[in-house]
């Protein structure tokens, strides 16, 4: 597929949909689980699972719109780079922050304020926040 200069308010209320969705599910499954279930093996599970949950849906985020162009992205520190360089670490880097060098990345102006070298470990309130900003700035940039 050729980049993309633009992406129509169709294309990311059903990305926004569908991450709100997975959101609210992994919410109620918490909830349901903190309600309901006591014991220490149980809450450390959910503390393993919940970055590596974070993790995933900053890729599904990423996928969406992974034919975004860099003219229009552009290179500056943004919540849409931030995301590239997040999924790229993830899956290049074993998880653990690193620049691309095309790209500008300023810890204090980041959503998530990771430093280079840093092990990626995206909690809810993370994603929430990450998510939010990158559909801001991709409605700001990209809205057909």
């Known amino acids: ?59 599904a985020l990423d996928r969406y719109f992974v034919h975004r162009v860099r003219a229009v992205t552009g290179k500056d520190a943004n919540p849409l780079n931030e995301v590239e360089i997040i999924v790229d670490s993830l899956m290049n880097n074993g998880g653990v922050l690193r620049g691309i060098s095309v790209l500008k990345y300023v810890p204090d102006q980041s959503v998530l304020k990771l430093e280079i070298g840093d092990p990626i470990r995206v909690r809810a309130d993370d994603f929430t926040r990450l998510s939010a900003a990158f559909f801001a700035e991709l409605r700001s940039r990209f809205l057909a």
Do not use: C, W
């Open 1 to 59: 597929m050729l980049g993309r200069k633009n992406y129509t308010e169709e294309e990311i209320d059903h990305a926004e949909a569908s991450v709100a969705e997975q959101l609210a599910v992994y919410t109620s499954l918490t909830g349901a689980i903190a309600g309901e279930v006591t014991g220490k093996k149980v809450f450390a599970a959910l503390e393993d699972f919940e970055p590596l949950f974070f993790g995933n849906m900053v890729l």
